[in-house]
């Protein structure tokens, strides 16, 4: 005898819910997905009638099920919303072309206007001449950066009130993780906020899939048949958030509620009072949101069109004292060219009492931190497949 859905009683339960364990059918599958983000949406009021929402897409599964989804919503409670949907082209030959080609059939099928922004007309830079300057490290910071400042910028240039993005418990749990490991105080405060970036200097960023398991995301977007991009970028995986991936599953396996577990964790922590807190300022160079003089775009954008492409790479308050000895340079007396110090641009044999040589190096090689991965909107890929237990 056929396993009946636990919700409507009649119909065969075609999947093992991964949030709750409890076999459904699938139309009542579709019904919890998509009433528990409506509940989400209602009870953090994510939204107002009347403004416009841009949807940060990728063409990977979440951004596609979230466009789905909020367009879904937005008809069927009537939230007065007016949708877009923003892509960032970060000019990745082989990868984001591709799935740009995705967010386009997006559109046609959602019927939804579309703006993409370029890095190379944005900063000057594609992400594949980002690689070639820098080599196979670090990528992803350089990414990432730039992909936070741009979604902003064109959500300004759409005159957008809120940016939606597809983050799902899965990613919020493993920034918990990551930010407790890194002891990054700041952003483990933040990280757990279903709205961010609502102060009156930016434009709010919401994640209405903070409680949506991924596993549940994929089968959506399975048994709905969406159009989804599902390939990896072929430059280097965040592989700090990969541990806190891995190890996040080990705990799952053991214990099924550990994502959400690990969110309720997270929100239930607070900064004891009196603890120094990094402050928001505006860039002096660009203007955008910053804890320090220069927003890290800038550093690392300075970096890359002075030939120095690991300034920026690292701790900021570091960087920002790199930033200034590049800038001073200028006055270096030192005739010899032929070995620079990586930081400074000055000779190796530059003496000693020579002011721009940094106070960073020896023997004219530099000591980085290890890179600080910024928590980026990254298209995972649908790696994380939809096990025989869950699939009846
Ligand atoms: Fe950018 Fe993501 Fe590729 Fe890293 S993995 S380079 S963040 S697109
Ligand atoms: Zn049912
Ligand atoms: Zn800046």
């Known amino acids: 005898m056929p396993l009946l859905c636990s919700i409507c009683k009649d119909k065969r ?19 919890a997905f998509e009433c528990e983000i409506h509940h989400t949406i209602q009870t953090a009021n994510l939204f107002k ?5 841009a949807i940060g897409a990728s063409g990977g599964k979440d951004s596609t099920v979230l ?43 959602y019927d939804l206007p579309l703006k993409v ?32 400042q741009a979604l902003d910028r064109g959500a300004m240039s759409l005159g957008v009130d809120k940016i939606a993005t597809g ?45 949506t398991y991924e596993k549940e995301i994929v089968a959506y977007a399975y048994f709905k048949k969406l159009d989804y991009f599902s390939t990896e970028c072929i430059y280097a995986p965040n592989a700090y958030r990969g541990h806190a991936r891995a190890y996040l599953k080990d705990l799952e396996a053991i214990r099924s509620s550990t994502i959400i577990d690990i969110i309720h964790s997270g929100e239930m922590m607070s900064v004891k009072e009196g603890v120094k807190m990094p402050v928001q300022t505006k860039c002096k160079k660009c203007g955008y949101i910053s804890s320090n ?16 492409p690991r300034l920026g790479v690292g701790k900021t308050s570091k960087v920002n004292q790199q930033l200034k000895q590049v800038n001073d340079s200028k006055s270096c007396e030192c005739q010899n060219k032929s070995t620079k110090c990586c930081l400074n641009n000055v000779p190796k044999t530059a003496p000693s009492s020579c002011p721009n040589r940094s106070k960073n190096c020896e023997n004219g090689d530099a000591k980085f931190d290890s890179p600080s991965v910024k928590d980026n909107q990254m298209d995972k890929t649908t790696k994380i497949c939809l096990t025989n237990s869950e699939i009846l």
């Not at 339960?13 to 019904?31: I, N, Q």
């Not at 009638?49 to 929402?53: A, L, N, P, S, T």
């Not at 919303?81 to 559109?107: P, W």
């Open 67 to 109: 466009a789905y989804v909020l367009k879904t919503l937005n008809e069927r409670y009537d939230y007065g919303l007016n949708l877009f949907l923003l892509s960032i082209d970060e000019g990745i030959t082989g990868y984001r072309d591709d799935s740009l080609e995705t967010v386009k059939r997006n559109q046609q099928q």
């Open 49 to 53: 009638r009347g403004e416009k929402v």
């Open 293 to 308: 003089e220069f927003c890290k775009a800038c550093v690392l954008l300075e970096g890359l069109n002075k030939g120095l």
């Open 13 to 31: 339960a075609l999947l093992k819910r991964p949030k709750t364990g409890t076999p459904v059918c699938k139309d009542c599958f579709y019904w």
């Open 167 to 211: 983050h799902n418990a899965d990613d919020v749990a493993e920034t918990i993780i990551m930010n407790i490991l890194r002891g990054d105080i700041a952003r483990l405060q933040r990280c757990t906020a279903i709205i961010t970036g609502d102060d009156p200097s930016g434009i709010p960023r919401v994640k209405p899939f903070k409680y």
């Open 117 to 148: 922004l370029s890095y190379q007309d944005l900063y000057g830079w594609s992400m594949d001449a980002i690689v070639k300057q820098i080599g196979r490290k670090n990528n992803c910071t350089f990414c990432g950066v730039f992909r936070r």
